[in-house]
């Protein structure tokens, strides 16, 4: 345990202490590519978890996977941006399609292979696959259409961050096309559903959901509504989004159907989307100074055992115990790992998959053999749960499994009263806001007139922006009446914090 | 079935078939970006039951999914390079990061924005993951290192086919690292035993293993290994391959590790992949006339269950029928399809799902439902079972299963009966070979004395190439003892055919 150099805390440095667990739990790590991480096996095993369960909810919602063009062409991308102001155009650019030796020997692009139109590494694929559904549909009867993509994105930010912000990241891209504008409105409050449902159940990172104002929505978007999570150090994050697209694609890439009635009209559009950002989210929901902590839904292993013994005589009984367990937990479809490495003692073992954030951890010593009992130890303290405990050895290889899905509940329960902890409603004067906002942080729910003036004065003053326009469930009973900000009547509430 | 013009026939043109098939089983679609395609839902489908069988393979025998970046420095492709003749370098070059309003108001690449060194979209990523590779691994306790990405990937093809040579494309790439030659060279053939197996068992696809010569290898690697399948135009169709890369990556990239005596040495790396190209494999193993054929293993619906009837009074009961069916043969793990589209006719039915290839169809009709009967019909007359049969409905539902699985090892034994009538040995005259080769085509068996000479005169007379030089079992007795060409002393057997 005295090998490696602690990690920083998080009350010191929240920021460099989310860089090291990342990169010391082996989640990711820098690449010698600008801007671009490598996603390591145990991070990427994460992911897959998440694409696992969010690929189900997606099919169990109608939806079907398909996989359209990397590279878009420039004008594709131009007929978007000519309707859109705020238009991100910081992307990567392909001009050439072709190699040759330089005059110092090394490689550099061929001049005559110089595109006549540059093509796009595509930041978002809306423009190419709404011109592929124009091709498709023709009728009423084609509707709706219900498409997701898994892809990997680029988009040419300047200041990255592991997970949270980088140049190229994977993400799922949702498209649809409806025949009706109420339904595309449902698909995108569905999608919002969908999402708010993964993050609760999945992740144990409770989000609100809301609209985004019309300064923070997706320029090709007529609504946009998200889902925000409040993060360890009282920051959002914007943790996935639905746009509902009205007809804005449509008319761009001529996406037209004839409706019952025999009257061509154009498609109501909607997208959402989720990324690896996720895996980001999780770390600084649950982290603690120890290293990361995984809800056991997402664990891509949820116990480890630990077999302890001097010598080779305690060792065969008490790695047969080990073996034992795993396989009676993974018949139970636990994922386990039996780590028997030679060279690590038990105290450097536990201390690197407390750093990884494996639920749940099994020791088993020599004593543990003799008295047929196994010690059980959760990766954290969870209110109602024992944190260590000796069990009979029946007893705690039947009961794991329940007990993974009662630490799940807690991380849930967790996080939610930490989220609400840092709510504060019904603040109504502008420096007491300010205050919060520029001292311990959280959400600030208070009135908004609505207007982008008061908008930009919170965020110059703060940095702090409007997360989102609460939806019902989440909204303060009673309503505020006025602007946090001008004083004006307020238009409904608004969610303020600081954000990722 | 009138509306639709029929496809046109193998026999006629089996190129054009091909195109159609692909395009009106509404597997893939061209489009606007050229050379790429568009992976429709369907087509889709079944590359997502590719995946995840071959993730399964490729888990179970050790090696986990991560995920590196897309583009890659050019000086990393350069390094790779120098070292390599026949490096292709057709790619896709990224010069700029920004787009700007141009004169003519359009937009254009940002020429503030050019990179000092140009990226490039990977092509592979043997040269950025040996990178990460060489800051992961110090000491022989981390070997081996067996990883897998599924990625898409970009080749500037010039002449492109849809899924057999796209310029974008999907495909997993296996890197591995170990410390000595002998695990590195198992681990190639290991994976080449992988995706026979996958091809057997999964795509029905019987191919040959055997080594690529050294015209016909990877640049980059020491010895390259090949599953080779035989379409059904008599053309070999290079399925996968692994390489045994040696040293020569490690060396590059300063992939060392200490070895357990403490010495300094290089690791010795593998690379292994297949994509997209095998559904249009499968298309052109099994599909007939009437459309493609899927083997029920990857069907992304293997029944298909076609309602009939006239009016309101025999509607009801067929379809309670007929979603009774499919719920009990859902319980049964079965991907079953209620085609219940009140649009169609049961024949306009019958024509889409047969040209989407769906393993077995149940017809249901109002006598079917008195008589407690259905009609279970095969895609394509299959050996040993009927193709279309009257059965109780309890028995059918229950045998239907069974019946897929039959189905499935039918499909493989056809598609290895045909490859080995196709399949010639013992051919010593070179006027022969060329009859063959220049006639009915398939796979020529002879003796090569191991020269480039006698392989590329082939080459120029007949187009024909050395597929692989075929493993032990696949190998001919008597084994040929002058080479076809030259008549020299033949080194080994080599199997030729014209290929895609």
């Known amino acids: 345990m005295a090998e490696e150099q602690a990690l920083t805390k998080r009350s010191q440095d929240f920021s460099a202490w989310y860089n090291e667990v990342v990169l010391r739990a082996e989640l990711a790590d820098y690449s010698p590519v600008r801007g671009s991480m490598v996603i390591r096996p145990y991070g990427y095993g994460i992911w897959e978890n998440m694409q696992r369960a969010l690929d189900e909810m997606f099919k169990a919602t109608g939806h079907q996977n398909a996989y359209f063009p990397l590279l878009i062409p420039q004008s594709f991308i131009a007929r978007e941006a000519e309707h859109v102001e705020g238009f991100a155009k910081e992307m990567a650019i392909v001009t050439h399609t072709r190699l040759k030796a330089g005059p110092g020997g090394g490689l550099e692009p061929d001049p005559d292979s110089k595109l006549e139109e540059p093509l796009i590494v595509r930041p978002t694929s809306e423009t190419i696959i709404y011109a592929m559904f124009a091709k498709w549909v023709q ?279 930490r989220r609400e902890q840092n709510s504060h409603r019904g603040v109504t004067d502008y420096g007491a806001f300010r205050e919060i906002i520029e001292g311990a942080g959280g959400f600030v729910y208070a009135g908004w007139c609505g207007g982008r003036d008061c908008e930009e004065k919170v965020k110059a003053d703060t940095k702090a922006t409007i997360r989102l326009l609460p939806l019902q469930e989440f909204r303060s009973s009673p309503a505020p009446t006025r602007c946090l900000v001008c004083g004006g009547q307020a238009q409904g509430e608004a969610v303020w914090a600081r954000a990722y």
């Not at 120890?290 to 077999?307: D, R, S, T, W």
């Not at 010593?365 to 008295?371: M, S």
């Open 139 to 417: 009728s009423y009867r084609d509707l709706p259409l219900l498409i997701n993509q898994w892809a990997n994105v680029v988009r040419w930010e300047m200041r990255t961050r592991l997970f949270l912000r980088t140049a190229e990241f994977l993400w799922q891209e949702g498209h649809t096309a409806h025949a009706s504008e109420v339904e595309a409105e449902e698909e995108a409050r569905r999608m919002l559903g969908v999402y708010r449902q993964f993050m609760d159940q999945w992740m144990a990172m409770p989000p609100l959901t809301g609209l985004k104002s019309e300064s923070e929505k997706f320029p090709g978007a007529v609504r946009t509504y998200a889902v925000e999570a409040l993060m360890q150090d009282n920051r959002g994050l914007q943790s996935g989004t639905t746009h509902m697209l009205g007809q804005n694609f449509s008319r761009q890439f001529d996406l037209k159907f004839q409706s019952e009635s025999g009257v061509e009209e154009y498609a109501w559009n909607t997208s959402w989307g989720v990324s690896t950002r996720l895996v980001g989210g999780l770390v600084m929901t649950h982290g603690d100074d120890a290293g990361i902590v995984l809800p056991p839904n997402l664990a891509p292993i949820q116990v480890v055992i630990v077999p302890i013994y001097r010598g080779d005589d305690e060792r065969a009984g008490v790695l047969e115990k080990a073996h034992w367990a795993a396989n009676v937990l993974r018949a139970e479809q636990v994922r386990v790992h039996v780590d028997d490495r030679p060279t690590a003692t038990p105290g450097a073992k536990y201390y690197d998959w407390e750093r990884k954030g494996v639920p749940l951890r099994v020791e088993i010593g020599p004593r543990d053999v003799a008295k047929q009992q196994l010690m059980v130890v959760l990766r954290t303290e969870a209110a109602g749960l024992s944190r260590k405990e000796a069990m009979g050895e029946a007893v705690a290889v039947m009961t794991i499994p329940k007990r993974l899905g009662e630490y799940q509940r807690a991380l849930f329960q967790a996080a939610l009263r």
